[in-house]
């Protein structure tokens, strides 16, 4: 690249947070084929954008995502704004000749989310790189997991169980948010945490969600207003629990709930096969638990693999074996993914066409739901 790859950051919440430290990490830790600047953060209330672009390192702040877009120096646009304004700047990011990341889920509807896809599919032919925030895609051992099954260690799969647990609802005083409101985050513990545990599925088995049948409910459908001028109605769904056919045949199992006491961010995926088992829990994420069915019966049981090493997925470029890394560094190891990509040309993943795939399968099972616990095929979204 003969100049820096100038970032504008439309949000500036917890996600803006975390983004920013991807931003700026992955420059000082990674060789990167091109430089990485910090040259905007958007976000409409002037002072606290301002202050948050102090606080995080970017070079100056701005309340106009449109006027940012249109600027020459800018190359990368990262949304982190709530889902409903997703489709509308990413599609203008797109159109304008910008690289798009966008947090997940992809966007609110599946129409908001075929309209991104084509919109990144036209600029891709014009060189324009385009991803969605699957962060936990990007954690060492879930890389290393995709790996090993890719490479046939559990053989064909049997079944895979798939959670996210939260428990961050579970006081009735909590106020009303954005992520409880359908019209702002499109859905609730399913849209929010649940396309993580969809995607991770379908990442790591190579494999589509083709069908569903679910349940969701709400658990304390009116909050506090945060001004404290009464209470107003929540939305979305409080917990989603649904099983999917995967393409290749076997059964997945899936829940996700901001209602499991005591469990405060355990997102887990296991994977079972003829031949072993695969399992990871983001609450031990620096470790694999593998089990080798082909093993001396004497000496079976899930062993853990400290995912650590140089050999690992992105680690080499991080601390010596045994010394561990954290939530942020998924974020860090998405910006060296884009910005490789955009340098070099390399394949790009989770890419829009990914994300929309995850989007039908949160309408199927919202569908489903309706239909009480009907079969729903993902890409029609009709109840069979």
Not at 54 to 62: D, N, R, T, V
């Amino acid at each position: 690249m003969t100049r820096p790859l100038r970032v504008a950051m439309i949000g500036y919440g917890f996600m803006g947070a975390a983004h920013s430290v991807g931003w700026r990490q992955a420059p000082r830790v990674f060789g990167l084929p091109a430089e990485v600047e910090m040259a905007v953060v958007v976000g409409r209330n002037g002072n606290a954008v301002a202050e948050a672009a102090k606080q995080w390192g970017w070079q100056e702040s701005a309340t106009d995502w449109r006027e940012v877009i249109a600027r020459d120096d800018i190359d990368i646009v990262d949304i982190v704004t709530p889902g409903d304004s997703h489709a509308e700047i990413a599609i203008a990011a797109l159109e304008a000749g910008k690289h798009v990341i966008v947090e997940k889920p992809l966007s609110n509807t599946v129409a908001e989310g075929e309209a991104m896809a084509d919109a990144a599919a036209r600029a891709a032919e014009r060189g324009v790189k385009s991803m969605v925030g699957f962060t936990y895609r990007r954690v060492p051992a879930v890389t290393l997991l995709r790996d090993l099954i890719a490479e046939g260690k559990i053989g064909r799969i049997h079944r895979v169980r798939a959670s996210y647990q939260q428990d961050w609802l579970v006081d009735p005083d909590a106020p009303l948010s954005w992520r409880l409101q359908k019209e702002l985050a499109g859905s609730g513990a399913l849209g929010d945490i649940g396309a993580h545990a969809i995607d991770l599925t379908q990442f790591v088995t190579g494999q589509s969600v083709d069908r569903v049948s679910g349940t969701i409910d709400t658990i304390i459908a009116e909050r506090p207003l945060a001004d404290g001028s009464g209470t107003g109605a929540v939305t979305v769904d409080d917990i989603a629990i649904f099983t999917g056919r995967l393409s290749g045949g076997a059964l997945a199992s899936f829940d996700a709930s901001r209602f499991a006491t005591g469990r405060k961010n355990a997102l887990s995926i296991e994977v079972s096969g003829e031949f072993g088992a695969l399992a990871w829990n983001f609450e031990d994420l620096n470790s694999l638990q593998y089990y080798d069915r082909t093993a001396d019966s004497r000496a079976q049981g899930f062993a853990q693999v400290l995912v650590t090493e140089p050999e690992h997925p992105y680690v080499a470029a991080w601390w010596p074996a045994g010394h561990m890394l954290g939530y942020e560094h998924g974020f860090t190891h998405q910006v060296v993914d884009l910005v490789t990509s955009i340098a070099d040309g390399t394949p790009l993943h989770s890419s829009f066409e990914e994300g929309l795939s995850v989007q039908r399968v949160l309408d199927a099972v919202e569908r489903s739901s309706a239909a009480e616990s009907a079969w729903v095929e993902t890409r029609s979204a009709v109840a069979v």
